[in-house]
């Protein structure tokens, strides 16, 4: 008979934080098998920690962190205090900014993960340059 616990879909907080692992790791275009090696884990862990499926104890997301090079805080900054409808709101608040649909549309429409995965790495490059630059002028 199985157990209570496995007929259990993962926690929206599971999945969320998965997904910040996920994203950090992208970004610095390292894959899972680099991740699970640093971390001294399998790369099918590191694909079950990013699902949600599996629970990261403290101590792992620590040295997950780490292995990331960023800050404990920096994957789980506003993940308690979301709920669905603060994270709806969200979306619809960056949707409503000119040429988000437009922008959303075309990442749809490329052909395949590596030019979408480019796309997304660029946005990001400027997101940060962007910000470096307006320290630099506060500074």
């Known amino acids: 008979m199985p157990r209570l616990g496995s007929l259990k ?3 929206r907080l599971d999945v969320a934080i998965g997904q910040r692992i996920r ?4 970004a610095l275009g ?3 098998v680099s991740l699970a090696g640093a971390v001294g884990l399998t790369f099918q862990q590191i694909q079950k920690y990013e699902r949600g499926s599996n629970r990261i104890s403290f101590s792992r997301l620590v040295e997950i962190s780490e292995a990331l090079s960023c800050q404990l805080s920096d ?8 709920s669905p ?8 608040a960056l949707l409503a900014k000119g040429g988000a649909l437009e922008m959303l ?3 749809g429409a490329l052909p395949n993960p590596d030019l979408r995965r480019a796309l997304l790495q660029h946005a990001r ?5 962007l910000a470096s630059a307006d320290e630099k002028a506060a500074g």
Do not use: C, F, K
């Not at 994957?75 to 979301?82: H, K, P, S, V, Y």
């Open 105 to 107: 549309e075309a990442y």
């Open 125 to 129: 490059a400027l997101v940060t340059a």
């Open 30 to 32: 390292m894959s899972q």
């Open 75 to 82: 994957l789980a900054e506003g993940l308690i205090a979301a």
């Open 9 to 11: 879909s993962p926690h």
């Open 85 to 92: 409808a603060d994270e709806l709101e969200h979306l619809n």
């Open 23 to 26: 994203e950090r790791r992208r």
